[in-house]
């Protein structure tokens, strides 16, 4: 993966890939939707992207078409990019201690049988220093992590962890591990020894996370999803076999590792240009390095691979249930109804439960209530209060600017509103 002839990423005269996307806009922009001014410089951007050709490929380059040749050869990956998300992932393993983030891989499926598992044997096999935690316990787990080596957490199995309300509570100390662990430097802090002597666990490690439905928002947040399916009619894999298959992929695994070694200092000094922000950012972060060492079509693909995973997630962080879903629908109640200025919420309790694919009808033993509305809303630091109705009433309800500044920071894909400040009022 060697960067040879390396110019720094600030380098005006190089064009980047792409220009930093802010997260409302993640592939949802279109020309009517921004100012056309910035649309043109825009285009005008990816136009010299595109045109631009690929660094010359670098003998980390094949190591990575050779690691996704192997990856695929076992599991059907959703979609190419999620495939060069994989492999970019594995090789990041290897380059750790270059890292300020950990970025976790949540592999989740709707059902079973949608190759997690099978995803994980072939991560075993070809990651740095793998370490299986299933039904391990948090303990063992940070009393196995040091700051010069850590090793590779994989989690099979992890809806028996986290699948339900009370087997999250029951294994809330599993939750704050893989959490603080995706950041360098948190540390656990816990008493050893006859005289309970306090001692700091180190928590940064890469991990993999498989299993049935999502995980915990707040590892979601920090992973690189890949959503698997199960295999269609036609579609083909090659069965692995220990005996057979483990001896290549561990050859694979050795030519990575000595290569990264060669890297380390270098892969710690690059600061690549992303094409998201904020923590989806830091989470692909090491991904779009090694891409970036690789050279050839790494970089771009890398980048590709982000922008649209990260897009993907967003959306659907709007369509579940709690959190943004909520906000999502009210953006959409308040656009059939013509953007009125306030609704009762009466008003937006019946549009909320006509809608047939919304869980709200349902929600709770009669579905949503008002009290259940304000508790849900509250986190956005929107509240219910006296409003004036089209037809001059006044009664309880929500008034549409209230809402203005939670849809463009957590659902920016439903109906866009206006780019300006959110109009204060008082409700």
């Known amino acids: 993966m060697e960067h040879a002839g390396a110019e720094p990423y600030s380098d005006s005269d190089k064009p980047s890939w792409p220009p930093v996307t802010i997260p409302d806009q ?3 922009q279109s020309p009517t939707s921004a100012n056309s001014g910035a649309s043109e410089a825009t285009s005008a951007d990816q136009s010299a992207e595109e045109a631009a050709p690929d660094p010359e490929p670098t003998p980390g380059s094949a190591l990575l078409n050779e690691l996704r040749a192997q990856i695929a050869k076992f599991v059907i990956l959703p979609s190419p990019e999620a495939l060069d998300a994989v492999a970019l992932w594995v090789a990041a393993t290897h380059l ?3 890292w300020q983030h950990a970025p976790r891989l949540a592999v989740v499926g709707p059902a079973k049988r949608c190759g997690k598992s099978r995803l994980l044997d072939v991560l075993t096999e070809t990651v740095h220093e793998p370490m299986l935690t299933i039904n391990t316990t948090p303990a063992a787990i940070f009393r196995s992590i ?3 080596n850590p090793p590779t957490l994989l989690v099979d199995e992890a809806d028996t962890i986290f699948g339900t309300p009370k087997q999250a509570e029951k294994n809330e100390e599993m939750r704050g591990l893989l959490n603080a662990g995706h950041q360098r430097n948190r540390y656990v802090t816990r008493v050893v020894g006859n005289d309970h002597t306090p001692h700091r666990f180190a ?17 979601m ?7 698997m399916r199960r295999r269609a009619e036609g579609e083909k894999v090659k069965p692995f076999r220990s005996r057979r298959d483990i001896p290549a992929l561990h050859d694979l695994q050795d030519r990575i590792a000595a290569l990264a070694r060669s ?3 270098e892969a710690a000094e ?34 590709a691979a982000c922008a649209r995973m990260v897009a993907t997630e967003v959306e659907a962080e709007e369509e579940r249930p709690g959190g943004a879903r909520i906000l999502a629908d009210i953006r959409r109640v308040f656009a059939a109804q013509r953007e009125a200025d306030s609704l009762s919420t009466d008003e937006v309790l019946y549009h909320l439960r006509q809608d047939a694919e919304a869980p709200w009808a349902e929600w709770g033993r009669s579905g949503l209530d008002s009290r259940e509305l304000a508790r849900m809303l509250s986190p956005y630091a929107i509240k219910p209060g006296n409003v004036r109705l089209a037809d001059g009433t006044q009664r309880k309800g929500y008034m549409r600017n209230k809402f203005l500044d939670a849809w ?3 659902c920016p894909t439903v109906h866009p509103v206006d780019a300006g400040p959110t109009a204060s009022a008082s409700g």
């Open 96 to 98: 750790q201690p270059a």
């Open 270 to 303: 690059l600061e690549p240009v992303m094409p998201v922000e904020d923590r989806a950012a830091d989470t692909w972060e090491p991904l779009v390095i090694v891409a970036d060492l690789a050279a050839g079509s790494w970089p771009r693909r890398a980048r």
């Open 146 to 148: 040091t700051e010069e």
């Open 26 to 28: 993640l592939g949802h």
């Open 221 to 227: 947040d920090r992973s690189i999803v890949i959503r």
């Open 203 to 219: 928590t940064f490690a890469m991990a993999a996370i498989a299993g049935i439905g999502d995980l915990p928002d707040t590892i």
């Open 263 to 265: 890297l380390l200092d």
């Open 408 to 410: 463009r920071r957590y």
